[in-house]
């Protein structure tokens, strides 16, 4: 008998038809035998709403939030009508969501009052997306005469309070996940709990980043050593590219743990970054599949790593980035500059996505998230204050409206021309590289280019992957 982790995605649980296909999903399991573990994100859109409502409060437009949170009232309540017959569980889980709603409701007035959320009144008004739609997913669940309820994580998973992208505390979330869950899952109970959010140890609730369910799927899937964590969603499984950028996109059967890592740091949303660290260790296998076409294989994720015969296995983009180099002939020699320089970049909170010096000393070029851009640049021009009056440093430029494009294979690793091909194909469509990194696991390759180059780049590459 085995345990499964499941986690649904915004899509996965965002229709009836969606929370149907979650229901066969789930019985399939079970009938199977195995004791599985429900982790669910909000129905789609909902914590995009939730910000919009956060911000209308904040700047005082009560009627727009309470229509906001009026139309989730009426988008969870048909819902559950739709899936849950006429009766007592019906209405009791409908008073539940409505419960849920008037606290969001609440909140609002009080932010509404103040004129201003802080981030851990911001996280507490998120987290509602899933406490929604975990009690939706749990009520069609019992409907369908499986042992099931909603739990909150905020029990399980305790974190750090960075509230906005809080860290959880591994052997306290391990100790709740062993004592607390586990032996309501072997007592045959299928849990249906709260992706994204966590709390810290004196309770306030906290969340792990946007499209943070993932890695809650693989926190519980860890400690309730799970013998695999899937990771349902709206496509087939991890791409040779978004397949939003290009249709040509194909499944691919296996990747490691590596190669997906590269790809979720570098814009592939289908996963979030974090979401192999808690199983790396224990080998959880993962598999990515389809809600709506759940009888295909999808992607197996293992330690394993196989070359493709095409050694680049899949091409990723990030936009929104910045270009910051720092220049200057007396940089030669000066000790310490790029210790200094990006120790100024962390105290801006900047985080520097990809880096390159050039041997010469002369000029370091860091990539940061765009709205990091001024307070890295001013934080870096203020560390070197000196260096800038003595003019052995220039100063700090920031080049916006760039991108990143990754290329991951892990048959990189010891394959010669792999880059030849790489900035052939690019520069024979004429496209302008603006830096290159190779990432330290040797499996992927990052470069930034214009941002009016991005697609262009992206689907010219993705021919190498197909
Ligand atoms: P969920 O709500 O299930 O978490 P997301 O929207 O967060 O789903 O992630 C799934 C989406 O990720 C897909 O619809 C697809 O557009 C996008 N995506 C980006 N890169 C890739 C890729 N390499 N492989 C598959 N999907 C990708
Ligand atoms: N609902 C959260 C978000 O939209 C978390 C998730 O879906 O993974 O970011
Ligand atoms: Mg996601």
């Avoid at 309540?77 to 609440?106: C, H, I, Q, W, Y």
């Avoid at 997913?137 to 509230?163: C, M, P, R, W």
């Avoid at 809650?216 to 969603?233: C, K, P, Q």
């Avoid at 200094?340 to 801006?348: C, E, L, M, P």
């Amino acid at each position: 008998m085995a345990t499964i982790t499941m986690k649904f995605g915004g899509t996965s649980v965002g229709s009836v038809e969606a929370i149907t296909n979650v229901v066969a999903i789930t019985k399939r399991e079970v009938a199977a035998g195995h004791h599985v573990a429900l982790v669910v994100s909000a129905m789609s859109r909902v914590t995009d709403g939730l910000l919009n409502v956060i911000k209308m409060a904040e700047s005082g437009d009560k009627w727009g939030y309470q229509s906001e949170i009026q139309k989730m009232r009426e988008r969870h309540e048909e819902t559950l009508n739709a899936l849950v017959a006429p009766g007592k569980t019906r209405d009791s889980v409908a008073l539940a969501l409505n419960k849920l709603l008037d606290e969001v409701v609440e909140i609002c007035h009080a932010v509404n009052i103040l004129s201003e959320a802080s981030p851990r009144i911001r996280d507490a008004i998120v987290s509602y997306g899933e406490r929604l739609s975990a009690r939706l997913v749990a009520a069609a669940l019992v409907e369908n005469g499986i042992h099931s309820k909603a739990l909150d994580a905020t029990q399980y998973v305790i974190t750090d309070d960075k509230f906005g992208s809080a860290a959880p505390m591994w052997a306290e979330t391990e100790r709740r996940i062993r004592d607390g869950l586990l032996p309501q899952m072997q007592a045959g109970l299928a849990p249906v709990l709260t992706g994204f959010i966590g709390a810290t140890k004196d309770g306030a609730t906290t969340t792990l980043g946007r499209g943070g369910s993932d890695f809650s799927g693989a926190i519980f899937a860890a400690y309730t050593r799970s013998d695999e964590l899937v990771i349902w969603t709206d496509v087939d499984g991890v791409m040779t590219t978004d397949p939003r950028i290009d249709r040509r996109a194909k499944v691919l059967d296996h990747v490691s743990y590596t190669e997906v890592g590269e790809l979720a740091y570098y814009g592939a949303k289908v996963l979030h970054p974090k979401t192999v660290q808690p199983v790396l260790d224990l080998e959880v296998p993962i598999r990515v599949r389809n809600t709506f076409n759940y009888d295909h294989p999808g992607t197996l994720i293992t330690a394993q790593s196989e070359a493709a015969s095409t050694v680049i296995k899949a091409v990723t983009a990030v936009r929104g980035v910045s270009l910051l180099t720092v220049s200057g002939r007396g940089m030669i020699g000066v000790p310490g500059v790029a210790g200094r320089v990006f120790t100024a970049a962390a105290r801006a909170k900047a985080n520097v996505l990809m880096f390159s010096q050039s041997s010469s000393e002369q000029a370091m070029c860091l990539v940061v998230p765009d709205d990091m851009a001024v307070a890295a640049k001013d934080a870096i021009e203020e560390d070197l204050q000196q260096e800038i009056d003595r003019r052995n440093v220039e100063g700090v430029t920031i080049q916006s409206q760039v991108g990143i494009v990754t290329v991951v294979g892990s048959g990189m690793r010891g394959t010669p021309g792999v880059s030849g091909r790489v900035f052939s194909a690019t520069g024979s469509k004429g496209i302008n590289v603006l830096m290159i990194a190779q990432g330290s696991s040797e499996c992927s390759i990052s470069f930034l280019v214009e941002d009016a180059d991005l697609k262009d780049t992206v689907y010219t590459l993705h021919e190498l992957a197909l």
